[in-house]
Nanobody, 118 residues
Framework: QVQLVESGGGLVRSGGSLRLSCAASGGTVSNYRMDWYRQAPGAEREFLARLPRFGTTTYADSVQGRFIISRDNAQNMVYLQMNSLKPDDSAVYYC????????????WGQGTQVTVST
C-alpha cells in the first residue's frame, strides 16, 4: 500500500508560480497512475492532471497550459508545476495514485494548501 505526502503549498501572489511535490513510500510511483486534484472550500474535488503508467498526460481545461505534472522515478516523487497562478487556484491540492490507468484513485495524500492573493 502506497503512502503519499504532499508538500510545497503556500501563499503566492497572482501570476506567480509554485511547485508541489508528492513523496511516495511503500510503493513505486512508476507502477501507478498518478493524479493531482484540488478542493476549494464549499466545492467538490476537482481533477487537475493525470500521468498514466502508459500514455500521455492529460489536464483539466482550467489548468491546461499553466500546470505541468511530472514524475521522478529515481526519487519516487511526483510534481505539479503551477504557473500563472490566479486567485481561483486557491484550494487544498491532493496527490492520488491508482493501480490501473482506468480506475478511480486508490490512495490519497493529506493535501497541501495553496493560496493565491490578488
Amino acid at each position: 500500500q502506497v503512502q503519499l505526502v504532499e508538500s510545497g503549498g503556500g501563499l503566492v501572489r497572482s501570476g506567480g508560480s509554485l511547485r508541489l511535490s508528492c513523496a511516495a513510500s511503500g510503493g513505486t510511483v512508476s507502477n501507478y497512475r498518478m493524479d493531482w486534484y484540488r478542493q476549494a472550500p464549499g466545492a467538490e474535488r476537482e481533477f487537475l492532471a493525470r500521468l498514466p503508467r502508459f500514455g500521455t498526460t492529460t489536464y483539466a481545461d482550467s489548468v491546461q497550459g499553466r500546470f505541468i505534472i511530472s514524475r521522478d522515478n529515481a526519487q519516487n516523487m511526483v510534481y505539479l508545476q503551477m504557473n500563472s497562478l490566479k486567485p481561483d487556484d486557491s484550494a487544498v491540492y491532493y496527490c492520488a495514485a491508482s493501480t490501473t490507468d482506468w480506475s478511480p484513485p486508490d490512495y490519497w495524500g493529506q493535501g497541501t494548501q495553496v493560496t493565491v492573493s490578488t
